[in-house]
């Protein structure tokens, strides 16, 4: 079957998480994805966090599935020579180097239009243009520069930023669909673009919610839902919300039976308005249901917390999944905190290929995280990570190196 970004060839010039998810989606999606590496060291992933000596990192493999690798000294005068070849050849050029870096290569947006005007250039950058444009940026300064750090955790407490990659991963999702769009408009325009996703704009896009809630609180001065009402106070700013929903139905976390010694035994629980009274019965509070002070979601929002924890009481006497099980037949939105090893060792998640088992030459078998975007006429097959310059010489060969002129190269240290 055929893959929907069949004959799209990418140059990828990604490192360490952002750039390598964008282009691993790319990937699954069917593009030839040439994974550019500094010869000897490669992505510097390759090697941190390494769980087995001397292997690629779990960190490498797990973001760089069903790339080709080639190693080339970008540096080296015939080395930028392979490069622009690859350039000439390539549709999208994607990189997520520090600002500059790829301008001091030798590859200026001007240059790379020279060579290729249908060059699609992809970059993720730190910030946008303004006064941090320069800075080099990983995911949690971006999680604290888009906003997520100072609306996550609670009122009492410091910012806390997120488990989930939102800065890096997160920014990696929005370049993709930059880069389908671009690849898109080419085929009207006949031309490359510049495509820039930026991580704080990224998180901020994630955080919309909270902006929204930063001119609902400068507008009214109290937000309802937020566990600060009624008693506590609202200052400037969008305040921690600890575990409130971002919605307009109310939900925290809750105990199940287990929380003494299960760091997870807990659940998400929404007391959605339509099912109130279903909530009321399950819990064996049924006079609530028709009491003015608790009938109505204006009338709950200054008693939240007393009404959590009353449900609380129920659910610490289930176990999360007893209790998924039965609030779920009254349609009560719930969801169980899940941890990692129960979600590697779920089985629905295998049968969907959203956790795949891969085999390695050098790792063995380990578990990565599949396409979570399912093309039904575009199915992935997620294949392992490319050995540092695994791929060389066949891409050499591709470009129209011969066997000789691939060996002068690799003595002359460009690739
Ligand atoms: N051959 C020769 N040199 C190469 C090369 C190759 N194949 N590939 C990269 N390089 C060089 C670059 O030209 C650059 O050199 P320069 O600084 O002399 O111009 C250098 O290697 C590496 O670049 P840099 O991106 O600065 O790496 P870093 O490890 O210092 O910084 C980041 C890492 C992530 C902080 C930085 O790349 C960054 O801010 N990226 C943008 C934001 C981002 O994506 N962050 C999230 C990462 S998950």
Not at 64 to 74: F, G, P
Request: with cysteine; charged share 25%; hydrophobic share 35%.
């Amino acid at each position: 079957m055929g893959k929907a970004l069949d004959g799209v060839r990418i140059l990828d010039f990604t490192h360490v998480q952002s750039g390598p998810t964008c282009t691993q989606l790319l990937a699954w999606f069917g593009a030839d994805v040439i994974k550019v590496e500094r010869a000897g060291a490669g992505d510097i992933t390759r090697e941190q966090l390494r769980d087995i000596p001397d292997v690629d990192s779990l960190y490498f493999t797990m973001l760089n599935h069903n790339k080709r690798s080639v190693t080339i000294d970008t540096k080296n005068p015939e080395g930028k020579q392979v490069l622009e070849a690859l350039i000439q050849k390539c549709d999208v050029l994607v990189e997520n180097f520090a600002p500059g870096a790829l301008d001091r290569m030798g590859f200026t947006w001007e240059r790379i239009q020279e060579l290729n005007p249908r060059m699609i250039v992809a970059s993720v950058k730190g910030f946008g243009p303004g006064p941090y444009e320069d800075c080099k940026v990983y995911e949690n300064v971006a999680q604290c520069a888009g906003g997520a750090a100072s609306t996550t955790g609670f009122d009492d407490g410091p910012p806390v930023v997120s488990g989930a990659q939102i800065g890096d991963s997160g920014t990696g999702l929005h370049l993709a669909l930059g880069i389908v769009t671009a690849l898109y408009q080419r085929t009207q325009t006949g031309r490359g673009q510049r495509v820039l996703a930026a991580m704080q704009d990224g998180v901020l896009n994630l955080c919309r919610v909270k902006l929204r809630d930063q001119q609902r609180l400068e507008r009214t001065g109290v937000m309802k839902e937020y566990p600060q009402y009624p008693n506590g106070k609202f200052g400037e700013a969008v305040p921690r919300a600890g575990n409130a929903s971002g919605g307009g139905q109310p939900g925290w976390i809750l105990k199940c039976k287990g929380w003494e010694t299960d760091p997870n035994a807990y659940i998400y629980f929404i007391t959605q308005a339509p099912v109130w009274a279903k909530i009321c019965n399950v819990i064996g509070k049924e006079e609530w249901a028709t009491d003015p002070d608790y009938a109505t979601p204006a009338a709950r929002l200054p008693r939240l917390k007393d009404i959590f924890a009353e449900i609380e009481r129920w659910t610490m006497t289930k176990t999360k999944f007893e209790a998924m099980q039965i609030l779920n037949k009254y349609d009560i939105p719930c969801g169980p905190i899940l941890s990692m090893k129960e979600i590697a060792e779920e089985p629905s998640l295998r049968q969907t290929g959203t956790i795949v088992e891969v085999d390695h030459p050098t790792r063995g078998k380990y578990l990565t995280v599949g396409n979570p975007i399912k093309l039904s006429d575009s199915p992935t097959e997620v294949k392992r990570s490319p050995l540092l310059g695994e791929h060389t010489d066949e891409v050499m060969a591709e470009l129209g190196y011969s066997p000789e002129q691939i060996s002068a190269l690799r003595t002359a240290g460009a690739i």
